[in-house]
C-alpha cells in the first residue's frame, strides 16, 4: 500500500511538471499569435519577409528568443526511469 502511494506521488510530480510545461507553451503560442496578427494587421499588402526580425541567439534574456523556444516535452524519460526504480524496488 505504501509503495502504491510513493508510486502515485511519483506520477502527480510527473503530470504537474508536464502541465507546467504545457501552460508556458500554452502562454508562448498565445503571444506568438499576437504578434502574428499584428504583424499581419500592420502588412496587409506588404511583403511579411520584409517584417520579421532577425533573431540573435545568443540574447537569452530576449523576450522573443524565449518565446521561439522549442519546447520539449518528452515524457518516455519519466517513464523509463519509473520503470527502472519499480524494478529496482521489486528486486529488493
Do not use: C, F, W
Not at 7 to 29: G, M, P, S
Request: hydrophobic share 30%; glycine share 4%.
Amino acid at each position: 500500500m505504501l509503495s502504491r502511494l510513493q508510486e502515485l506521488k511519483k506520477e502527480e510530480e510527473t503530470l504537474l511538471k508536464i502541465k507546467a510545461a504545457l501552460n508556458d507553451q500554452l502562454n508562448r503560442l498565445k503571444v506568438e499569435e499576437l504578434t502574428l496578427q499584428s504583424i499581419i494587421s500592420a502588412g496587409e499588402g506588404q511583403d511579411l519577409h520584409e517584417e520579421q526580425p532577425q533573431v540573435d541567439p545568443k540574447n537569452v534574456d530576449d523576450e522573443s528568443v524565449i518565446n521561439q523556444t522549442q519546447l520539449q516535452l518528452d515524457t518516455m524519460g519519466y517513464n523509463d526511469e519509473e520503470m527502472e526504480e519499480e524494478e529496482e524496488d521489486s528486486d529488493t
